[in-house]
């Protein structure tokens, strides 16, 4: 596949580049090195829930945790644009 | 007001809110109003488990080698996880079940009760595999002050649901009179009771589990009572669901999308519901207290446990809305609880077991040539 790429700004201080072909958005964060909050890892849980700030997120499997308005759940999504997120 | 198993009259189930509605006659899922409790339904379901497909013998012998103060966490923990799906497993039946209007939720409640009475199970195959005789563990249940508390803070809320619904259902509205106390039953005063009841059960679900959990995967980190923690693992799965679901009830109220009145009562409550939350939380650091009164464990201790219990409260509170309690607590203190409860990594299948120990009737057949090192010819 591909490589498509994103930067995704993170708690307004990490930079980083991210693969959209390759995992999560909640993969990459930890590939790169950041402190990351989950559990199920499967969109269930809700416990990687973040706000996105800006930019736009494409889903992998439907979530089944409530998703509240300017939040998303990284662990089952991957990025469809730049983003500026708070995890 | 009586209820219906079978409500004849023609309801309209897209127009009716999740409770004190009309009550369910068809049980059809062809057209629903709020679809994500058919989609926990179907996750639940797929989650399906039984107790003794878990070998938990091994954990006998690790038992034994427990220190005094570990068998008590340990045994302590089963004791209040016993006491908590002792309540869900009966509890959302009896109180909501009889006021429920739409058909995916009255099921949703069904399979998640079930699945609390799997719990249940689990705990006496670990139990009986411990102790020849494991009456006295159950018995110290409904005796043990520390045990009691929490029971008494767990149960009330729906206790008092309860009993205004039957209040509802033979008198009606208006004020009635049982054993020399009035009581005023109107729909606004039973709602406003659902929604106290919801969101102690949130707790419970959110957080009254996780010391516990937090526990076993402390012991599963050091290779010990590592049955147990498969089962614990299952258990955290399954809690992780009934927690959306009534994440999904009290965000679909507040947000207004289903019962209008119950918006104005989400509003209205909100600090009342906060507390009730606090009250858990601060409940959960009194049993961490509990549990290492007599010395930690190696890799916990109460203040690890305290802090991870506001780390989770700060989650959990997000998720309903509300600002973190604890904005200092941002960290998560106890990281390896993650990798246990990671949904993918969950074990389905004896031969798929990662915990080596667990690889239940199967052979270990790498041999290295160091194995044969005492062999002389």
Same mark, same amino acid.
């Given at each position: 596949?591909?490589?498509?790429?994103?930067?995704?700004?993170v708690?307004?201080?990490?930079?980083?580049?991210v693969?959209?072909?390759?995992?999560?958005l909640?993969?990459?964060l930890e590939?790169?090195q950041l402190?990351?909050?989950?559990h199920?890892?499967?969109g269930f849980?809700?416990?990687?829930?973040?706000?996105?700030?800006?930019?736009?997120?494409?889903y992998?499997?439907?979530?089944?945790?409530y998703v509240?308005?300017?939040?998303?759940l990284?662990?089952c999504?991957?990025?469809?644009?730049?983003?500026?997120?708070?995890? | 007001?009586?209820?219906s198993?079978?409500n004849?009259?023609?309801?309209?189930p897209?127009?009716?809110?999740?409770?004190?509605?009309?009550? #369910?006659n068809v049980?059809?899922?062809?057209?629903?109003?709020?679809? %994500?409790?058919?989609k926990?339904?179907?996750?639940?379901?797929?989650f399906?488990?039984?107790?003794?497909?878990? =070998? #938990?013998s091994r954990?006998r012998?690790?038992?034994?080698?427990l220190?005094?103060?570990?068998?008590?966490?340990?045994i302590?923990?089963?004791k209040?996880?016993?006491l908590?799906?002792? !309540?869900?497993?009966?509890?959302?039946n009896?109180?909501?079940?009889?006021?429920v209007?739409?058909?995916?939720?009255e099921?949703? !409640?069904?399979t998640w009760?079930?699945?609390?009475?799997?719990?249940?199970?689990?705990?006496?195959?670990i139990?009986?595999n411990l102790?020849?005789?494991?009456s006295?563990?159950?018995? =110290?249940i409904v %005796?043990?002050d520390q !045990?009691?508390?929490?029971?008494?803070? !767990?149960s009330?809320y729906?206790?008092?649901?309860?009993?205004?619904?039957?209040?509802w259902?033979?008198?009606?509205e208006g004020?009635?009179?049982?054993?020399?106390?009035?009581?005023?039953?109107?729909?606004?005063?039973?709602?406003?009771k659902l929604?106290?009841?919801?969101?102690?059960?949130?707790?419970?679900?959110?957080?009254?589990?996780?010391?516990s959990f937090a526990c076993?995967?402390?012991f599963?980190?050091r290779?010990?009572?590592e049955?147990?923690?498969?089962?614990?693992?299952?258990?955290a799965?399954?809690e992780?669901?009934?927690?959306?679901?009534t994440?999904?009830m %009290?965000?679909?109220?507040?947000d207004?999308?289903?019962?209008?009145?119950?918006?104005e009562i989400?509003?209205?409550?909100?600090?009342?519901?906060?507390?009730?939350?606090m009250t858990?939380?601060?409940?959960?650091?009194?049993?961490?207290?509990?549990?290492f009164?007599?010395?930690?464990?190696i890799g916990?201790n109460?203040?690890?446990?305290?802090?991870?219990?506001?780390?989770?409260?700060?989650l959990?509170?997000?998720?309903?809305?509300? =600002?973190?309690?604890?904005?200092?607590r941002?960290?998560?203190?106890l990281?390896w609880?993650n990798?246990?409860?990671?949904?993918?990594? #969950?074990?389905?299948?004896?031969?798929?077991?990662?915990?080596?120990s667990?690889?239940?009737?199967q052979? =270990?057949s790498?041999?290295d040539a160091?194995?044969?090192?005492?062999f002389?010819l």
């Open positions: 596949m591909t490589a498509k790429l994103f930067k995704v700004k708690n307004g201080q990490h930079e980083l580049t693969d959209a072909s390759e995992g999560t909640l993969d990459a590939k790169h402190e990351v909050h989950y199920c890892k499967s849980c809700g416990a990687c829930r973040s706000k996105l700030k800006s930019g736009s997120v494409r992998l499997t439907d979530p089944l945790a509240r308005k300017g939040d998303f990284p662990c999504c991957v990025p469809e644009s730049d983003l500026d997120i708070e995890h | 007001m009586s209820y198993t079978f004849q009259e023609q309801t309209n897209l127009a009716e809110p999740m409770f004190f509605g009309n009550s #369910v049980a059809r899922y062809d057209q629903q109003k709020h679809s %994500i409790f058919e926990l339904i179907e996750k639940q379901i797929s399906f488990w039984r107790p003794e497909e878990v =070998d #938990v954990d012998v690790d038992f034994n080698k220190t005094a103060s570990e068998k008590h966490v340990f302590s923990n089963l209040y996880q016993t908590l799906d002792s !309540i869900q497993g009966r509890s959302p009896i109180a909501l079940l009889p006021i209007s739409l058909p995916e939720l099921t949703w !409640i069904e009760s079930f699945f609390e009475t799997i719990h249940s199970r689990s705990y006496t195959h139990l009986r102790f020849s005789d494991p006295e563990i159950f018995e =110290d %005796i043990n !045990i009691k508390l929490r029971a008494n803070d !767990i009330r729906y206790d008092d649901l309860i009993f205004y619904t039957q209040l259902q033979t008198h009606g004020k009635v009179t049982v054993e020399g106390v009035e009581h005023n039953v109107t729909r606004r005063e039973l709602k406003k929604f106290l009841c919801i969101n102690s059960v949130n707790a419970l679900e959110a957080i009254r589990f996780y010391v076993t995967f402390a599963a980190e290779e010990l009572m049955g147990n923690a498969k089962i614990i693992r299952l258990i799965r399954d992780n669901v009934h927690l959306t679901s994440q999904h %009290i965000n679909l109220w507040q207004g999308e289903d019962d209008p009145e119950m918006a989400a509003e209205e409550l909100a600090d009342e519901a906060y507390e009730i939350f858990a939380v601060k409940q959960e650091k009194q049993w961490a207290h509990y549990l009164k007599d010395g930690s464990m916990l109460e203040s690890m446990l305290c802090q991870y219990v506001e780390y989770i409260a700060n959990r509170m997000q998720a309903i809305g509300y =600002d973190a309690p604890f904005p200092e941002r960290s998560n203190p990281p609880m990798k246990y409860l990671v949904s993918d990594n #969950v074990q389905v299948a004896p031969q798929e077991a990662e915990i080596s667990y690889l239940v009737g052979i =270990d790498s041999v160091s194995d044969l090192g005492d002389d």
